[in-house]
């Protein structure tokens, strides 16, 4: 088997109790202020997930309070957070456990990978932070530890799943999750550890190499451009927009868009309109996946809606404010 450094658990733990960020979940973590900030945390950073949080937390208190709202109510504090299918999962898992007797989320990993939206990181997260359940979790940041104390490239992850169930800690086992992903994140980072700050640096075989950053490898992510054309049909009563699909913006509302740098003619076509003009152009970064939209308005006589009265994401605002259509 690959290597299998551990680290030295006392002292990560009294690390962890002295200088972990005073996140407001870890005030008090509950079943649901656990579970919406590890959906919240999934695909955003920290520094804006937390106003994420603490939003969703001040509009539905309780699980059940989401359950009783609609998607769109959900949908509108969740604008800007992307990734919209992770607030749809939330929605409808609060609709499932809502429905049961007693309406409480488990405890059990198991039955929480069995809800929409919940994988087995968040399933551990949540049964090992708010239930004391000994199960370890393994994200980008305990993989990083693991792969530097033992100086490996690329460990398989089986690898480093056996390394995190093996050095948990039975009596604090979610304080000890967040103390290796807390290192991760604040101390052992991808680019720069600051290994002279490091708790666990006695056994880091990185640290005796010429470059600790070589260990893992990195994945270089490789965004896919996307060259197309945004229309903005505008009339008196609004704008015409309809409600996206996908994973990325499904369930907030949008312009129409063609993702073709040559689809302007069968996108004026598709909703019958002639000869819109150019007003602008906008670039829209997502994870994976970078737009340069030309944006193209015409203005009709009727139809739309305002766009106001719909949550829409980011990508939408630049394009109605490139095509002045933004305030209605
Ligand atoms: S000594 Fe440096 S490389 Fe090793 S675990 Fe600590 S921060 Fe990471």
Do not use: E, H, V, W
């Given at each position: 088997m690959e290597g299998l450094g551990y680290p030295d658990k006392s002292r990560l733990l009294q690390w962890y109790d002295e200088f972990s960020r005073p996140l407001p979940w870890r005030e008090n973590p509950e079943p649901w202020s656990v579970l919406l900030s590890e959906f919240i945390l999934q695909q955003t950073k920290m520094e804006v997930g937390v106003g994420y949080w603490e939003r969703m937390i001040a509009r539905f208190p309780t699980l059940l309070d989401m359950a009783s709202s609609s998607l769109d109510e959900v949908m509108e504090i969740w604008q800007?957070?992307?990734?919209?299918a992770r607030a749809r999962n939330l929605h409808a898992l609060s609709i499932i456990i809502a429905s049961r007797n007693p309406p409480i989320l488990p405890s059990d990993p198991n039955e929480l990978q069995k809800?929409?939206?919940?994988?087995p990181y968040t399933a551990a997260a949540i049964a090992s932070i708010s239930f004391e359940i000994p199960i370890s979790v393994v994200d980008g940041n305990v993989r990083r530890v693991y792969s530097r104390l033992n100086a490996l490239e690329n460990p398989k992850p089986s690898v480093v799943k056996t390394w995190a169930q093996s050095c948990?800690?039975?009596?604090r086992p979610g304080d000890w999750n967040q103390a290796v992903m807390e290192l991760g994140a604040t101390?052992?980072?991808?680019?720069?550890?600051?290994c002279e700050d490091c708790p666990i640096s006695s056994s880091c075989?990185?640290?005796?190499?010429?470059?600790?950053?070589?260990?893992?490898l990195s994945k270089r992510r490789v965004s896919k451009k996307i060259l197309g054309h945004a229309l903005v049909i505008n009339s008196p009563e609004g704008v015409v927009l309809s409600r996206r699909k996908g994973s990325?913006?499904?369930?907030l509302w949008g312009v129409p868009i063609s993702e073709d740098p040559n689809g302007l003619e069968s996108l004026c076509s598709k909703h019958d309109v002639e000869s819109p003009i150019k007003v602008g152009e906008i670039r829209h970064a997502f994870s994976h996946r970078d737009f340069n939209l030309q944006v193209w308005r015409i203005d009709v006589m009727k139809g739309g809606i305002p766009s106001g009265s719909v949550p829409i994401s980011r990508l939408d605002q630049k394009i109605l404010d490139a095509a002045g259509c933004g305030e209605l």
């Open positions: 800007g957070c992307g990734y919209y809800l929409p939206g919940i994988g948990l800690d039975y009596n101390i052992c980072t991808p680019r720069k550890p600051r075989s990185a640290l005796l190499t010429s470059d600790p950053t070589m260990f893992p990325q913006l499904g369930g």
